[in-house]
């Protein structure tokens, strides 16, 4: 098992552009997270999902979109680049209990590194 | 609103030292708390866990207990390896809510 993928590694954008990282999981997972780090402000919660279809917004979610179309997929878009979103980004995902509403450790990708200038 | 504070760092200890890095946590119901650690240029990786008050996590001699009544779950080591050297973070789950500590950066020289 590759365990949770994320492309690309690195990324260098000029403000105002766009792009859109992707994270796959070959788990079978529900719950699939976007996360930022930052120096000194640990992990930041950006976007996540509890299934197939579904998205919902996290702790700092402006100036971000995401999409599950797909159970293994969640994909990560920034519409308009700003120099505040250079952070390195990563995506996780877990399964969850519905019966005990407990949420499972997290899994998480090796993490993209974006700039932006 | 579920929060969690962790020791500022660096921390630098000497091989076969005792670590204890302090986490304390605010959650509006009772989460499971988990202690991840990230090494260099790699994402997170779970190091243990505790779902109920009183239960101890335990791996690769890191140990932490959750502690409801003082709100904390404290990572301990007997004795540090050179190895042990990243990043760790105390982090909370509570329905579809998760939240990270700003993470300790730990140093261990030999």
């Known amino acids: 098992n590759a365990g949770v993928t994320q492309t690309p590694k690195f990324r260098v954008l000029k403000t105002g552009q766009s792009m859109t990282l992707l994270c796959a999981q070959d788990?079978?997972?529900?719950?699939m997270y976007w996360y930022r780090q930052d120096p000194g402000m640990g992990l930041r919660l950006i976007h996540y999902?509890?299934?197939?279809?579904?998205?919902a917004k996290g702790e700092v979610p402006d100036g971000y979109n995401v999409s599950r179309l797909k159970k293994q997929n969640f994909l990560l878009g920034l519409e308009s680049a700003a120099p505040s979103q250079t952070s390195v980004y990563f995506c996780?995902?877990?399964?969850?209990?519905?019966?005990?509403?407990?949420?499972?450790?997290?899994?998480f990708g090796p993490g993209t590194r974006l700039t932006v200038t | 609103g579920n929060s969690v504070t962790q020791m500022e760092g660096p921390v630098t200890l000497s091989e076969e030292a005792f670590l204890t890095i302090n986490c304390t946590y605010t959650?509006?119901?009772?989460?499971?708390l988990f202690w991840y650690v990230q090494y260099p240029g790699e994402g997170l990786q779970l190091l243990l866990k505790?779902?109920?008050?009183?239960d101890k996590g335990s791996n690769k001699g890191f140990e932490a207990t959750y502690r409801k009544e003082t709100t904390s779950f404290h990572l301990e080591k007997g004795s540090v390896q050179v190895s042990d050297s990243a990043v760790y973070f105390c982090?909370?789950?509570?329905?579809?809510?998760?939240?990270f500590g700003a993470g300790t950066r730990l140093t261990v020289k030999p």
């Open positions: 959650a509006t119901g009772y989460p499971s």
């Open positions: 982090a909370l789950a509570l329905a579809n809510d998760m939240r």
């Open positions: 788990m079978n997972h529900e719950y």
């Open positions: 505790a779902t109920k008050a009183d």
């Open positions: 999902s509890v299934g197939e279809g579904t998205t």
């Open positions: 996780a995902s877990s399964f969850f209990f519905p019966w005990t509403g407990e949420i499972h450790e997290q899994y």
